[in-house]
């Protein structure tokens, strides 16, 4: 009894160890466990790998965490890991089952129903369809996905089991497992995509940036579009109808996003049933976090236009309703429309930041300050406008070969941006096609005309007329000329040798003017010290001079009324005299014919030698032999002694002759009288 009782639990153990054992399934806290029946009487419909009903196969039922039996002979169990989806990752959904996709479809239709796909029966049973889910799988994401109906792909691996055999094939090339590039993607596909600023290295600043959104499934773009706005550009159809819409309303609806409807392309079902088409699409992504589908969309990180202070930037639209000229009949050079239209936009963008699609519409930045331009071998260091500009080489009429450092100032009004490149295209057309052919061809002409000589003699004129003809010429622009300067003149050496030697010749020359100008400024000194010094003396000669000038004057009219004096007393006293003479000689006739001529001769001498104060004979008359009273001789002298002090008074000087005694003589004498 003990035996058989040994034997049975032997037996026991042999069908415990061989088919109980091996039939106890134990599935961890993370893991599925994915039935396959070995053997059955029914068969898989053709179109569908899991059985629902007990075929052989991949089972629908999923064996969750804990212990399980099934029976080993009959059912294989593989173990695989819940999905899980680690932090900034996605996962992308391949169904393995469900309808097929319709013609020319890349994507299954995704429903709210399907959630996370963790419910197979659900997902079939409203209509999910093979192929790559149009939803991703967000980070974070833990679910206990069927192995058999749904491959996860993420960055690091792929999740489940591989049922095509073009998979089977692929995963035993790379080592019996799967990976994203069996799928065609980079594994940096699987990441979440940031739209962030980028710090760019070579310049050391933080450059904006928005995303481009490329989309690979939906309707086709209508004719001429080039890409996809939802609705595409009704609304602005609509806002140019309404009244009291201008150009800034236009442009603020244009560049408004209609990313909400879709949830940033991140709901790509929202996205088509909104309208939304293949290609490339209008609103672009700003700063944030999407979780992107690879196999339906990507993005495209550029830079977001900055209009800077001083700027505009002149829009060229390359999509949006049919192009209505609003620049008139006149204007040949191209057309000007409103915003919303195809063309150059007839208003400008001013200082912001603008998330706007580089590939529909093109930014041509133009500077509205004043802006400098250099011929030169220099650059400025604010645009990089002039830096195919170089120094302006021409040849003067004798052949000398000049170089000319220039600057241009030009200015563009923000208003009349759009006609500038309109006409010219860029600012780059501008400076290097327009004005660096007026520029160097007027310098090149002006100098050739006339001598090297001539030109350094007269450069400001020389630049006056270059300021003049390039404001001519950019006017028909619509560009402002303030100023044209002529920096610098490279001049060939042999001028410079004979300029050189001629300078210098005229430098002697100003040095022998100045030093004689100091000589004679030394001789001017002198003098001036002179006349100081002399100052005083001269100033006593004037005072002098002027004493004199005074007497001077004094005497002439003292002379003068002398002579009026004598002019008259003259004349009375000779009237005078002449009457006494008539009567004197009146009185001589009268005496000679009395007395006779001798007695009257002497009667009148001795009347005038008694009148007479002279002394002509001694008093004391001395003289020799006899004298006597009564002689001649006595008498004489007693008679003369008495005429000369018949008159005399007591103390009175003797008399002295005069004019009138001597010519009493003289008539005496013409009379005979001794």
């Known amino acids: 009894m003990k035996g058989q009782i040994m034997g049975w639990l032997s037996f026991a153990s042999v069908i415990f160890m061989v088919f109980i054992l091996p039939s106890i399934r134990i599935i961890g806290p993370t893991e599925v466990g994915l039935i396959i029946k070995r053997f059955s009487s029914k068969k898989l419909p053709k179109d569908n790998p899991i059985a629902f009903n007990g075929e052989a196969g991949y089972q629908a039922e999923l064996l969750m965490p804990g212990w399980h039996f099934r029976f080993w002979i009959i059912y294989k169990v593989e173990k695989h890991p819940w999905i899980q989806i680690s932090a900034d990752r996605i996962g992308v959904v391949v169904a393995q089952v469900g309808e097929p996709l319709p013609a020319g479809a890349k994507s299954a239709i995704y429903k709210k129903e399907f959630g996370n796909y963790s419910s197979l029966q659900t997902f079939l049973e409203k209509g999910g369809q093979k192929g790559v889910q149009r939803l991703v799988l967000p980070p974070g994401t833990l679910a206990p996905i069927h192995p058999a109906a749904f491959l996860v792909i993420t960055e690091d691996r792929v999740y489940g089991a591989p049922i095509s055999e073009d998979l089977k094939v692929k995963a035993k090339s790379q080592g019996g497992k799967l990976t994203p590039i069996s799928f065609g993607l980079n594994p940096k596909d699987l990441r979440v995509v940031r739209i962030e600023p980028i710090k760019r290295s070579d310049k050391g600043r933080i450059v904006d940036t928005i995303g481009i959104v490329t989309t690979y499934e939906g309707d086709p773009l209508p004719p001429s579009d080039i890409a996809s706005r939802l609705d595409g550009f009704s609304d602005i159809e609509k806002m140019e109808k309404q009244q009291g819409v201008n150009d800034y309303n236009l442009i603020e609806a244009i560049l408004a996003s209609k990313n909400s409807k879709h949830n940033n392309y991140q709901d790509f079902q929202a996205f088509l049933d909104n309208g939304g088409r293949i290609g490339l699409q209008h609103d672009p992504l700003l700063y944030g976090a999407y979780n992107l589908n690879p196999f339906l969309v990507s993005v495209e990180l550029v830079p977001m236009l900055v ?25 040949k050079f191209g057309s000007l429309v409103r915003p919303g239209h195809r063309g150059i936009w007839q208003e400008c963008l001013r200082t912001g930041k603008y998330p706007i699609n580089p590939h529909c519409y093109q930014a041509e930045i133009v500077p509205t300050c004043i802006l400098t331009l250099n011929w030169a071998e220099a650059v400025s260091r604010a645009h990089d406008l002039d830096a195919q500009l170089k120094s302006i080489i021409a040849k003067s009429r004798e052949g000398f070969e000049f170089t000319i450092d220039l ?74 000329t303030p100023g044209v300067y002529i920096q610098d003149v490279i001049l060939p050496q042999a001028l410079v040798t004979v300029l050189t030697e001629r300078e210098i010749a005229n430098q002697e020359i100003e040095t022998y003017k100045k030093q004689e100008q100091a000589q004679q400024q030394r001789i001017d000194m002198e003098k001036s010290k002179g006349t100081a010094d002399m100052q005083k003396d001269l100033a006593q000669s004037q005072v002098s001079i002027a004493i004199k000038s005074n007497n001077a004057k004094a005497r002439i009219s003292e002379a003068e009324g002398e002579s009026q004096y004598i002019e008259k007393t003259g004349a009375a006293q000779g009237a005078k005299v002449r009457a006494i003479g008539m009567a004197r000689a009146e009185a001589f006739k009268a005496q000679v014919a009395a007395l006779g001529k001798s007695p009257t001769a002497l009667v009148n001498i001795a009347n005038a030698l008694s009148e007479g104060k002279n002394k002509f004979v ?31 008074e007591p103390g009175a000087s003797e008399p002295q002759p005069n004019e009138k005694s001597e010519n009493i003589k003289l008539e005496m004498k013409n009379d005979g009288c001794g």
Request: charged residues 20%.
């Open 307 to 331: 209009v800077e202070q001083g700027e505009v930037a002149v829009i060229k639209s390359y999509m949006g309703l049919i192009t209505q000229d609003t620049s008139g009949a006149e204007f």
């Open 407 to 480: 600057q241009v100032q030009i200015h563009i009004a923000d208003t009349e941006a759009p006609w500038v490149i309109s006409m010219v295209g860029t600012m780059h057309n501008l400076v290097n096609e327009v004005l660096q052919a007026a520029v160097g061809n007027h310098f090149r002409d002006k100098l050739q005309s006339m001598p090297a000589i001539k030109f350094i003699e007269t450069r400001q004129q020389v630049q006056m007329e270059a300021l003049e003809h390039i404001r001519k010429h950019l006017r028909q622009y619509k560009v402002e």
């Open 618 to 648: 001694p008093e004391i008359l001395v003289m020799g032999g006899e004298s006597g009273s009564g002689s001649l001789s006595g008498l004489a002298s007693m008679l003369t002694k008495h005429f000369l002090n018949i008159n005399k």
